[in-house]
């Protein structure tokens, strides 16, 4: 790569001897090669409006040459949706090539619970308790609940007075909310 001088030399029978010289110009015009690191999913809380700190990664380069540099496009922040950054890289000759990556922001939805409403119930006959209470289902939104994620902490049996029952909703993400019921039981 650059510039070679190649002399030529012709020697005649008598020994004389002429020499003449000329340039070799070797350019690269093979642009280097890139390959983006791979998109990014980021969620955030509910209440940011951006994605901070992202790490991007590393793309991976090569050149017949030699890479002299590689950058990329991306904000310090990143806003909710999708976001593309080039990467470009450049060779020891200037020349240049681009790849993209998709960083995508979405807000998490955090679980929502409403629990059942109030109950006013008497007491099992001859008992001053009340057993096999029908709490009702919860009202529940969220995302990624599984099954088992929407529980309460009612006892088997619920004596004379008020008691309060906990409901609680915990996502895949490990997000939790809470409401609460009461159970009023009366000895009439």
Do not use: H, K, Y
């Amino acid at each position: 790569l650059g510039t070679t001088v190649v002399t030529w030399t012709a020697t005649d029978a008598s020994g004389n001897i002429t020499t003449r010289s000329f340039n070799v110009i070797v350019v690269d015009n093979q642009a280097p090669v890139i390959t983006a690191p791979s998109n990014i999913s980021i969620q955030i809380g509910e209440d940011d409006d951006s994605a901070t700190d992202v790490e991007l990664g590393t793309p991976t380069t090569s050149d017949n040459c030699g890479v002299e540099d590689v950058s990329n496009d991306a904000p310090a922040t990143f806003p909710v949706g999708a976001t593309t950054v080039i990467w470009t890289v450049t060779d020891d000759s200037g020349n240049t090539a681009t790849a993209e990556q998709t960083v995508t922001v979405t807000r998490e939805i955090l679980p929502t619970i409403t629990a059942p409403g109030n109950i006013t119930m008497d007491t099992d006959g001859g008992s001053c308790e009340a057993s096999e209470v029908d709490l009702g289902n919860p009202q529940v939104t969220g995302e990624d609940i599984p099954s088992d994620g929407i529980s309460n902490d009612a006892p088997s049996t619920f004596p004379i007075g008020a008691t309060i029952v906990t409901w609680t909703v915990v996502d895949g993400n490990g997000n939790t909310a809470t409401d609460q019921q009461t159970v009023n039981v009366e000895d009439n």
